[in-house]
C-alpha cells in the first residue's frame, strides 16, 4: 500500500475538491481562504467527519466512501494539529485501507509538518498542512492567466514570424515573376540591344578614329615622296620628245629636245652637252 508504483497524479485542473475534515476546525477555514485566493471557480465540497476520538475512524472512511460516490476530481483528507492520541484516527488500518482503494485521488494533510500518520504514506500525495493541502489541490487563477498571456504572447510572436516570413515569401515570388514576365524579358532584352548598339557605336568610333590617324599618317608619307613636293624644292621632271620620263643619261643624245616640268610650268629645251656621273656611260 505504501509502494511508490500505486501512487496517481493529482489533477492538474481540478474543478471539484472533497475535503473530508471537522466542519469547525482551523483545517476546514485556512483550505477555504486559500482556495478562494488561488480561484474561486474550483468548488470545494466538505463532508464534516470526527477526526478524533471514538468513531472518528469510521466517520472518516464514510466520508471518504461519500465523495467518492458523488464525483469529486480530487480529495484532501486531514486535519490540524494535536497530540498523537488526537490524530490516531489517521493510523487506522480501515482509513488506510479506505483511502488506498479510493478511485479518487488523495491528498493527505493531517497535523503540523513533523506530524506523520499511516495514511500519509498510503496517500497519493502527502502535504506537511491543510493549508499546504490546499495550495497543492487548488490551481491558482492568477498563474494560468499569466501562462494564457505568456503564451498569447509567444503565439503572436509565432505568427507574426511566420507572417513576415510569408511576406518574404511572396516578396520573392514576385520578384521571379516580375522578371520572368514577358514584359519583362522585353525590357531585358531592349536594353541589350541598347548596349550592344553602344557598344557598336563605340567601336565603329574608334575605328573611325583609328583609320583617320591612319590615314593622317599616310597622307604624310605620300607627302614626302609626291613629286609636287619636289618641284616645289626646285626639282624638275624631264621628258624628251615622245614626253617619256627621263631617267637615265644614255636616254638622251645631244641636240634632243626636252621638256622640264617645272611648279610654275614648262621650259623646252635642247641637250648641248653631257656630263656623267657614273662609271660608264655615252657622253655621245
Sequence with gaps: MFAEEYK???????????????????????????????????QLILCPALVQGEGAAASIVNAIHALETLGVDLLIVGRGGGSIEDLWAFNEEIVARAVFDCRVPVISAVGHETDTTIIDYVADLRAP???????????????????????ELELMRGMQKV?????????????????LSPQAQLNNKRQYTLDLEERLGNRMQQIFVNSRHRMQLLAQQLETVSPLRKLQEGYSLVTDEQNVHVTDIDQIEIGAMLTLHMLQGELKARVEEKQCRKLKCNPD
Excluded: C
Design 129 to 151: 498542512t491543510p493549508s499546504a493541502a490546499a495550495e497543492l489541490a487548488v490551481w491558482s487563477l492568477e498563474q494560468v492567466k499569466e501562462s494564457v498571456d505568456s503564451m
Design 8 to 42: 496517481r497524479p493529482i489533477p492538474r485542473f481540478a474543478k471539484t475538491i472533497g475535503v473530508v475534515t471537522a466542519p469547525t476546525g482551523a483545517a476546514i477555514r485556512d483550505i477555504q481562504t486559500i482556495s478562494a485566493r488561488r480561484n474561486p471557480t474550483v
Design 163 to 179: 507572417i513576415e516570413e510569408k511576406k518574404h515569401m511572396i516578396e520573392n515570388l514576385r520578384m521571379r515573376i516580375n522578371y
